[in-house]
């Protein structure tokens, strides 16, 4: 059984920093793309990064471009996201999500098959 475990959500005041950690077990990590999605109070899910394990392609919303950054350590099968200069729109559930397809369409607009519980990041003005 595949599992997802994000952390290191908080409250953090706009400018500052976060980094989202996502566990993964059940699975080879390795053969997994992987991506960090949000949702806000009363908006739809949206994609915020993500990185196909095949060729590491990465995509970035572009409002978050340039702020935010995603990594992988294979060997701790942990996804990060570090978050850098937050700000209040930020604001909303994380998610982490895995997929078996190596494609970067379906990276970027594809089902994931495999989802966490989120964890909330709040971001103060």
């Known amino acids: 059984q595949v599992t997802l475990v994000e952390s290191g959500g908080g409250l953090v005041q706009a400018g500052g920093s976060l980094r989202l950690s996502c566990l993964l077990s059940?699975?080879?990590?390795?053969?997994?793309?992987m991506g960090w999605f949000r949702q806000a109070p009363g908006k739809e899910r949206e994609i915020v990064a993500a990185?196909?394990?095949?060729?590491?392609?990465?995509h970035y919303d572009d409002s978050v471009k340039d702020r935010f950054t995603i990594f992988r350590d294979n060997v701790k099968t942990t996804l990060y996201l570090l978050m850098n200069r937050l700000k209040p729109e930020d604001t909303a559930v994380y998610f982490c999500a895995a997929t078996k397809s190596n494609s970067n369409s379906d990276v970027i607009f594809g089902e994931y098959e495999y989802w966490g519980q989120g964890t909330q990041v709040t971001v103060s003005s």
């Open positions: 990185m196909n394990w095949v060729n590491g392609f990465t």
């Open positions: 059940g699975h080879t990590f390795s053969r997994l793309s």
